[in-house]
């Protein structure tokens, strides 16, 4: 498998396992089973509710002794409700008390979005806090103190805009190692990730496979369905593949991580195996062609209430 490098040397396997949208009473087993079975990197966040479970799976695995602690990759989040300075330690506190562990390989600022203290989701606009009060360099800065301190090993960021990471480099002294943003034949980004490879950031495709499994609020009624796609089941069939494992060895060849969510044993299984197969040039160039710029997980939807100063959180 593939791995990203860092520039401490550590290295992040490519594929791992996303527990997004799994419910609390199914993701235990499946963390577990994904461990048991090659996965060494689990993607987490707080905001997934479901960070106690993936937790058990942890501690049933390394005190088992199959699989140790320092060769999973453990990824978490910090949530909008987190962002002042004084919050966001006692928040990584939580989530590392809930996943039972003693520091996490990566932490990331999950939206460039920052919510009054005591609010989850705002339905108003008052629930959210401006970037002139909470600015994301203040979130920053102690994020790298959480590095520091040892709490962490590395810091990112997660669905930043180019823009908004230019505005970090400008008045912080540190890049995000790490930007997790929707990545897909769809949404390929390569803007974005032609910034990123400039200068250092390494990238995190999060809903590979299109997200079909989202609540139905959160769909468009004419989305289209990518694991459906016509070239990619086309190409899936030359190589005897699932459209899926096509779908994460096209953002493995492109040099991402890629975090597919499944609890289904036998899909997670195949998800891995994705890393046995390879795509030539030509497959490559007509996956290139999808490109519609289409957004599965479009944040301005899920956090902007009408009138609030966020109409676009991509800066597009």
Known sequence: MRTLKFKDGDQMPAVGLGTWKSEPKMVENAVEHALNNGYRHIDCAA??????????????????GKVK???VWVTSKLWNNSHKKEDVIPALKQTLKDLQLDYLDLYLIHW???????VKFPEKDEEFLSLDEVPLSETWEAMLEAKKQGLVKHVGVSNFSATKLEQLRKETTYMPEMNQVELHPYLQQNNLLQYCSEHGV????YSPLGSGDRTEDMKADDEPILLKNDVIEKIAKK????PAQILIKWAELRGTAVIPKSTNEGRIEQNLQSVGYELDKEDMKQISELDKHYRYVKGDAQFVTKGNSYENIFDE
Do not use: C, L, Q
């Not at 997934?48 to 005190?63: C, R, S, T």
């Not at 460039?112 to 005591?118: G, I, T």
């Not at 390494?202 to 495709?205: E, G, H, L, R």
């Open 47 to 64: 905001i997934y509710g479901n960070e106690n479970e993936v937790g058990n799976a942890f501690k049933k695995v390394f005190d088992g």
């Open 69 to 71: 602690r320092e060769d």
């Open 112 to 118: 460039p979005v920052a919510f009054s203290p005591d």
């Open 239 to 242: 190589h005897n593949a699932s």
């Open 202 to 205: 390494n990238v995190t495709a």
